[in-house]
Nanobody, 116 residues
Framework: QVQLVESGGGLVQPGGSLRLSCVAS????????MSWYRQAPGKEREWVAS????????YYADSMKGRFTISRDNAKNTVYLHMNSLQADDSAVYYC?????????WGQGTQVTVSS
C-alpha cells in the first residue's frame, strides 16, 4: 500500500531554516509528481510546492518562492523541502502528498513551529 512518512519538523526561530523529508513506498516513486502542502490552525490546507518526475521541474506557491526549495532523491524514494527565512506565519503542519494509482495520498504530517 502507498505510504508517505514525513520527518524533520520542529521548533525554529524566526529567520531560521529546516529541511523536511518524506519517504514514499508502495508505488514507483520516480514516475510521479510529489508535493508538499501545509495547514495552519483554523486555516485550509494550502499547496506549497511540487516537483515533477524526471526530468524534474519545480513549482512553488508565490509566498514560498525564493525561500523554499523542493528536491527529490529517486534512489531513496524521498522528497525534501528546504525552508529558509522562516517566519511565524510559516508555522503549520506540513504534509507530503502524491497521487499514484488514481487517488491522492497524504502523509501524517510534521509540525513546524516558528517562534522565538
Amino acid at each position: 500500500q502507498v505510504q508517505l512518512v514525513e520527518s524533520g519538523g520542529g521548533l525554529v526561530q524566526p529567520g531560521g531554516s529546516l529541511r523536511l523529508s518524506c519517504v514514499a513506498s508502495g508505488f514507483t516513486f520516480s514516475q510521479y509528481t510529489m508535493s508538499w502542502y501545509r495547514q495552519a490552525p483554523g486555516k485550509e490546507r494550502e499547496w506549497v510546492a511540487s516537483i515533477t518526475a524526471t526530468p524534474s521541474q519545480n513549482y512553488y506557491a508565490d509566498s514560498m518562492k525564493g525561500r523554499f526549495t523542493i528536491s527529490r532523491d529517486n534512489a531513496k524514494n524521498t522528497v525534501y523541502l528546504h525552508m529558509n527565512s522562516l517566519q511565524a506565519d510559516d508555522s503549520a503542519v506540513y504534509y507530503c502528498s502524491a497521487a499514484p494509482l488514481g487517488r491522492r495520498y497524504w502523509g501524517q504530517g510534521t509540525q513546524v513551529t516558528v517562534s522565538s
